[in-house]
């Protein structure tokens, strides 16, 4: 049987991040995607001209409707906008209804949109952190939640010990905005070892997406059963090929290309 994966994230019209992006990885990678939707964007290459929250209820309904029925072998999610809609999804993590869960804990988007209150920083790392399979933060929402900074190797060490402390099983720790950066690597810490992920720097500004597309590919991979390690792995072989494959479309960052 095919196996199933849900992402609970806001909607980008421009297809390049959010739902679209998780949809469209699910796919590629063999399993079946549902969707809950936090919030629609109104958004283009260039950026967000407009930001609309679903109702609670609305977001609450759509991920009972997907788990009554449906099920799921993993869940991401991604721009969850509030503290409300935080809580609601992190209800359904209580009950144990969101396996081999992964959070992105999407905060700002990269034309500078917000998509988390910053007021819900807090509910995120308390509430929804302690559930997660994995988190994978990027450095400057790393910086954000841990207040650490430094780019060397011995901190960035020090950020993943940190991140991990708020209760998820793992943290993969994203050096991809890492400014001078020749090579780009991530971390993968889960309290015992740490794991590095280490490709060459790809220079385009088509990158709209890697976020969401990174996590989205570690859930489909966890879906099917890989190990945390394995399933990370695959994924940034994934991720990396999507950027290198990434579209000019629009006037701006163009999206990543969606495809194995
Ligand atoms: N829009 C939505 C709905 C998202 O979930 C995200 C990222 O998670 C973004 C936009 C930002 O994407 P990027 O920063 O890659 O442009």
Redesign the pocket.
């Known amino acids: 049987m095919m196996k199933t994966a849900l992402t609970i994230?806001?909607?980008?019209s421009g297809g390049?991040?959010?739902?679209q992006a998780d949809l469209k990885t699910f796919q590629e990678l063999g399993v079946f995607g549902t969707s809950a939707i936090t919030?629609l964007?109104a958004?283009n290459t260039v950026g967000?001209q407009g930001v609309f929250p679903a109702s609670t209820e609305a977001l609450e309904a759509q991920i009972t409707s997907v788990l009554d029925d449906i099920g799921a072998d993993s869940v991401k999610t991604?721009?969850l906008f509030d503290s409300e809609r935080i809580e609601i999804t992190a209800s359904f993590a209580e009950k144990g209804r969101l396996p081999a869960l992964v959070v992105?804990p999407?905060m700002v988007?990269?034309?500078g949109?917000e998509?988390l209150k910053e007021e819900a920083r807090s509910t995120m790392t308390e509430k929804l952190f302690p559930h997660a399979s994995l988190i994978t933060p990027n450095i400057p929402e790393a910086e954000m939640i841990t207040g650490m900074s430094g780019s060397s190797l011995q901190i960035r060490k020090e950020m993943a010990r940190e991140l991990l402390k708020y209760g998820s099983e793992a943290v993969l720790l994203k050096g991809g905005h890492e400014p001078d950066a020749a090579t780009i690597t991530d971390i993968l810490f889960d309290g015992a070892e740490f794991h590095y992920l280490s490709v060459e720097k790809i220079e385009t500004k088509h990158?709209?997406?890697?976020?969401?597309t990174y996590a989205a590919a570690v859930a489909a991979f966890l879906a099917q059963s890989k190990s945390m390690k394995d399933a990370v792995f695959a994924a940034k072989q994934f991720i990396h090929q999507a950027i290198l494959h990434a579209h000019s479309v629009g006037e701006g960052?163009g999206p990543v290309h969606h495809a194995a």
């Open positions: 994230a806001g909607s980008d390049g991040a959010g739902i919030a964007t958004q967000v991604g721009m992105d999407v988007s990269t034309t949109a998509l990158t709209h997406g890697t976020g969401c960052a």
